[in-house]
Structures are given as C-alpha cells and as structure tokens.
C-alpha cells in the first residue's frame, strides 16, 4: 500500500536540490570544424549559463546512451560517442554551507551524425562556439578545461589517422 509518506520519501530520494546522494549526469562535447556546441541552460543549477549538452542518465541507460539522448533532446543532434574525456564532480553549497547540488559528471567526446540545431528540453538556445565565442562567455571553470581536453583528443586522433593513411 502506498501511503503519504512513502511518497514523501520518493520525492526526497528523487530531489536535485538538497540530494541525498549525488546524481550521475552525462555531458557531451560535440565538435564539427573546430567548434563546440553549447546550449543555455534552462533550469537549475547554472540556469540562463552557457554549458554543454547533457543531463541525467537514466535507469537502464549506458552512459554513452544517455548522451546521446540528452544532445538530440536539448539540440536536435544525432550524435555518435567517440570516447571517455574526464569525470568532474559538481558540488554546490547553499549560504548555510548544506550541499544543494551535488552531481558527478561525465563527460564523452561526440561528432555530429544528422540534424540540425535546435533548442529543445530545458535548453533555452543552442549555438555553435568557436575559440572566440568561448573566451567572450562564463563558462564553469571545468567545461573550459572539458573543452580543451576534448580538442586535444580530437587532435591527437587526427594525428594518428594520417600517421595510418601515409603507412598504408
């Protein structure tokens, strides 16, 4: 019998803000010609900032399953995963020092496959940044250092690539 309470209960188990446990989030750094999709947030926390695509994974969902979907959702992108980048934590304090938000983020490097960019979701816009773009906006210190990794692996693959082309 489900009561009151027990409902309740699932509320605070399923709580974002003031959590019990930290939330597993996914992000995805989709790259096309040198240039980084971002969107701006629509909700908590960060809402109204620049960041990369991504969201919660849910149950029965791979990690690179869950990019996937949160890009397409939040874009209008077809995204393939190329790879691991890094994990971060996220952890946000209120006034009184309790943590508020607390995810563990991470993060895959993805190329576009099909689409064409819109906002959707909790994205209020969506938009293509070159170097440029990233230095005139606030990003979180850890998208920033997300991003240049992410370029480096892109880089080095690249690399590798015509090492194997000028071999064969």
């Known amino acids: 019998m489900i009561t009151l309470r027990s409902l309740d209960l699932v509320e605070v188990i399923s709580s974002r803000e003031f959590p019990c446990r930290p939330w597993i989030g996914v992000g995805a750094v989709v790259i096309n010609d040198d240039k980084v999709l971002m969107i701006k947030r629509g909700k908590p926390p960060s809402q109204g900032r620049w960041s990369l695509p991504g ?9 690179g399953e869950a990019a996937c979907r949160e890009v397409a ?21 209120d006034g009184n020092g309790k943590i508020q938000y607390h995810y563990t983020l991470i993060d895959l490097l993805a190329s576009p496959q099909s689409g064409e960019i819109v ?43 015509r090492m194997k082309e000028s071999t064969a």
């Open 73 to 93: 959702e939040e874009t209008g992108l077809k995204v393939q995963i190329q790879g691991l980048i890094d994990v971060v934590d996220s952890i946000t304090r």
């Open 119 to 161: 906002a959707g979701g909790d994205a209020l816009a969506v938009k293509w940044f070159d170097d440029v773009d990233l230095g005139q906006v606030s990003i979180w210190s850890e998208t920033k250092r997300i991003i240049t990794l992410a370029k480096d692996m892109m880089k080095s693959c690249d690399t590798e690539r």
């Open 55 to 63: 969201g919660a994974q849910k149950t029965g969902e791979t990690v």
